[in-house]
């Protein structure tokens, strides 16, 4: 599979496909699969290499067929009420919160259809909350194509599916029962490596032109992950990221 998820985030509309990867000249038909025909599959995510390789993914398979795609989430929610996709993937990386993932969780599942994240952000924090809006599955980039196809049937069968290195996280880093963080959890143990990245750079005084520079990145991405940081480590501003971090510090056990 391509990937691309450090590119710039797409701002194209939403489009209706065929399996072949052709336009649909009759979305509404392609709206009425039944469950006996292929998993129809809806792939949102605002990097367009990325998204043409997991397109392509799809259409090397028979059993798989591609209803529709998109950059945004205002696209996801579209796409699912016209098309109601079997499944629909989306990058949680785009700007959204809980309750929107939520909502679009239960809009699919009442259409029928389940929702799977796909995404490159693998900390336990990312993964609770998303398995708690009541998305069926937890897949990161860089599975291969056929792991990705693996997992979607998975997920289609009806069972649960995350990524098996991340699902072992997650069960040693969280309580037994919901999996939810654990509120005393250490901060460093939420984050995710890039984060960690991000945030010691923050910490240099480092602006994003210059984070982006030492990693290779684009500005934009580096806002992106800069962004999530803050509102796992609930603050506003570098400023704020590095008291609250200093005062991680100086509690015993803690940093």
């Not at 990705?148 to 069968?157: C, G, Y």
């Not at 982006?212 to 803050?230: D, F």
């Amino acid at each position: 599979m391509q990937r691309g998820q450090d590119g710039n985030p797409a701002s194209d509309a939403a489009v209706a496909v065929t399996p072949a990867g052709q336009q649909s000249a009759a979305p509404q038909a392609a709206a009425t699969g039944s469950s006996s025909g292929p998993i129809r599959i809806a792939v949102i995510d605002p990097y367009p290499i990325f998204r043409t390789g997991v397109v392509q993914t799809i259409a090397r398979h028979d059993g798989l067929w591609l209803v529709g795609e998109g950059a945004t989430v205002a696209d996801a929610q579209r796409i699912a009420h016209e098309f109601a996709p079997d499944i629909l993937l989306i990058d949680i990386s785009m700007p959204t919160d809980g309750k929107l993932l939520s909502t679009l969780a239960i809009t699919n599942g009442r259409l029928g259809g389940k929702l799977v994240v796909l995404t490159a952000l693998d900390d336990v924090v990312s993964v609770s909350e998303a398995l708690a809006t009541g998305v069926k599955g937890y897949i990161l980039k860089g599975v291969s194509g056929i792991e990705l196809v693996a997992a979607i049937k998975t997920i289609h069968a009806g069972l649960p599916y995350v990524t098996p290195d991340l699902a072992s996280r997650l069960l040693t880093q969280t309580r037994g029962g919901a999996l939810l963080p654990k509120r005393e959890a250490k901060l460093q143990d939420a984050l995710s490596y890039r984060e960690k990245q991000m945030l010691d750079h923050v910490c240099k005084g480092l602006t994003n032109k210059e984070i982006a520079a030492r990693l290779g990145l684009t500005v934009g991405t580096v806002k992106h992950y800069v962004g999530h940081l803050y509102k796992k480590m609930r603050v506003r501003n570098r400023v704020e990221a590095v008291e609250r971090l200093a005062r991680e510090a100086q509690q015993p056990g803690r940093a």
